[in-house]
T-cell receptor, first 115, second 109 residues
Framework: DAGITQSPRHRVTETGTPVTLRCHQT?????MYWYRQDPGHGLRLIHY???????DKGEVSDGYSVSRSKTEDFLLTLESATSSQTSVYFCAITTGTLANTGELFFGEGSRLTVL | TQLLEQSPQFLSIQEGENLTVYCNSSSVFSSLQWYRQEPGEGPVLLVTVVTGGEVKKLKRLTFQFGDARKDSSLHITAAQPGDTGLYLCAGASNYQLIWGAGTKLIIKP
């Protein structure tokens, strides 16, 4: 058990509404990641964090923002949800570094449906 | 844009058969990871290969890293229903992980 919890696990919302997904870790790891997973695309990196208040964009960051005010929490926000953001979102932590990515430990995922 | 092409995308075979999943790229990776994911859960690491030509075995699963570190394969011998799942490869390059699209494997009893 890597000590990662995501909330909510399921969310249905309407286009244009704001949505925040929470990732909480109990391992005190520095690096945290948000991915989305869609059929045929594998995992795509949205944003990542390398410390408190230190975040950077991934390959599909448009329409998403993140915040990390505490080591244990990494929040992903959709300011105005669109149907193209319907997906399964995974949070992950690693014991490695950006230069030497170690094993990624994933949460159980948050399924978001935007109607 | 770096790509990691994974094939096949879907594979359904009978219990006891052998199979191979491939991940190919034109990019060189410093390491390559294989994950397995079950429905409703996050991926779980199976193995990391680091050295070109490296072969690692995990019970009936054999992982190989290409000599040029651009490709990798996963071979399962005598597949069992418990092997059913989504298999993902991920290559480490330039401070990031490049993910394959995944192979959905179904083993029928």
């Amino acid at each position: 058990d890597a000590g990662i919890t995501q909330s909510p696990r399921h969310r249905v919302t309407e286009t244009g509404t704001p949505v925040t997904l929470r990732c909480h870790q109990t391992e005190n790891h520095r690096y945290m990641y948000w991915y989305r997973q869609d059929p045929g695309h594998g995992l795509r990196l949205i944003h990542y964090s390398y410390g408190v208040k230190d975040t950077d964009k991934g390959e599909v960051s448009d329409g998403y923002s993140v915040s990390r005010s505490k080591t244990e929490d990494f929040l992903l926000t959709l300011e105005s949800a669109t149907s193209s953001q319907t997906s399964v979102y995974f949070c992950a932590i690693t014991t490695g570094t950006l230069a030497n990515t170690g094993e990624l430990f994933f949460g159980e995922g948050s399924r978001l449906t935007v109607l | 844009t770096q790509l990691l092409e994974q094939s096949p995308q879907f594979l359904s075979i009978q219990e006891g058969e052998n199979l191979t999943v491939y991940c190919n790229s034109s990019s060189v990776f410093s390491s390559l990871q294989w994950y397995r994911q079950e429905p409703g859960e996050g991926p779980v690491l199976l193995v990391t290969v680091v050295t070109g030509g490296e072969v690692k075995k995990l019970k009936r699963l054999t992982f190989q890293f290409g000599d040029a570190r651009k490709d990798s394969s996963l071979h399962i011998t005598a597949a069992q229903p418990g092997d059913t799942g989504l298999y993902l490869c991920a290559g480490a390059s330039n401070y990031q992980l490049i993910w394959g699209a995944g192979t959905k494997l179904i083993i029928k009893p």
